[in-house]
């Protein structure tokens, strides 16, 4: 099966500016991936180039179809959710509703109607009336009902209190994916999407920087507490990152086997979070000062 996304040797300028720079992904069927990088990483640029809405050079296919060329044919088998929603002030909630059932085949309005039963929002309602937060809510139900291969979501739940983001997020594996669907997510609120995701994509300065599956990272890395007189023990088994605790440290390793069963004998070992992982492959930094 041919992959949902697959770029080779994508880059893009703007000016001097080297936005992308030979970016290689590959993006099957079925997953649910984080795309995470901090402001300015590219991120924006890449789900750009993938939805056809801005030119990138390099070789990039999405369902096999070129973004730049085939957009409309894409755009059909495609859903996106953007950081801001954008929808008509003087329309209702109810017209908004007839009207995407329209002109989308693959929409549902009984899948949209559940979603906005779980908020306060009513079909009288115009959007003008509703607040950011609850335009965003009337989005994400509109968009979501859309039976898409492709699903991406770019910062979907900015501007909602916790109990919606819980909500969304349980409603977005319960009722949309299905295995064969492809969802695709960026987020600063990272702690909010780990248990969900299969796969993990970490970009900064144009660069991918961490491309592996949930499972690899279990794996291939380990958060070490240590008691601060194994200190220099620890150290010297080359921490990618570290930060001090009460009483004693916490660092994050990318052990051998042999490494491994050593670290074990210094302290407790977990899987890292995934914002720890991300400080540590993001910010790399001098760990015999951090510590001292």
């Not at 720079?21 to 997953?31: P, R, T, Y």
């Not at 995470?36 to 179809?65: C, Q, R, W, Y």
């Not at 088998?77 to 909630?93: E, K, T």
């Not at 042999?258 to 992982?277: C, D, I, R, V, Y």
Request: charged share 20%; net charge negative; proline share 4%.
């Amino acid at each position: 099966m041919s992959p949902v996304i697959s770029a080779r040797g994508v880059h893009k300028h703007y000016g001097t500016k080297m936005a992308l720079d030979n970016i290689n992904v590959q993006i099957d069927a079925g997953k649910i991936v984080g795309l995470i990088g901090p402001n300015g990483a590219g991120k924006t640029s890449l789900l750009k180039g993938i939805l056809g809405l801005a030119p990138v050079d390099g070789e990039l296919s999405v369902l096999g179809m070129n973004p730049q060329r085939e957009r409309v044919k894409l755009l059909e088998r495609v859903s996106f959710v953007a950081d801001a929603a954008i929808l008509p002030q003087w329309i209702s909630v109810r017209e908004l509703i007839a009207y995407t059932e329209g002109v989308h085949p693959r929409f549902s309005r009984a899948l949209c109607m559940k979603y906005l039963a779980e908020t306060s929002i009513a079909l009288t309602d115009k959007v003008r009336s509703l607040s950011k937060g609850m335009v965003t809510q009337l989005h994400l139900a509109l968009i979501m009902a859309i039976d898409s291969e492709l699903l991406v979501l770019d910062e979907p739940t900015l501007g909602l209190d916790i109990l919606y983001r819980k909500q969304f997020y349980e409603n977005l594996l319960n009722d949309y994916y299905d295995g064969q669907k492809t969802i695709l997510i960026t987020t600063h609120q990272v702690e909010e999407i780990e248990t969900i995701l299969t796969d993990l994509i970490f970009i900064n300065q144009g660069k991918i920087v961490l491309d592996a599956s949930m499972e690899q990272i279990a794996t291939q890395y380990v958060e070490l507490q240590v008691d601060a007189n194994y200190k220099e023990h620890a150290l010297a088994h080359n921490p990618i990152h570290s930060r001090r605790l009460l009483g004693g440290f916490s660092m994050l390793f990318e052990p051998s086997e042999q490494q491994l069963a050593s670290l074990a004998q210094l302290g407790q070992l977990t899987t890292p979070s995934l914002s720890e992982l991300f400080v540590a492959k993001i910010k790399p930094q001098h760990v015999a000062k951090e510590v001292a």
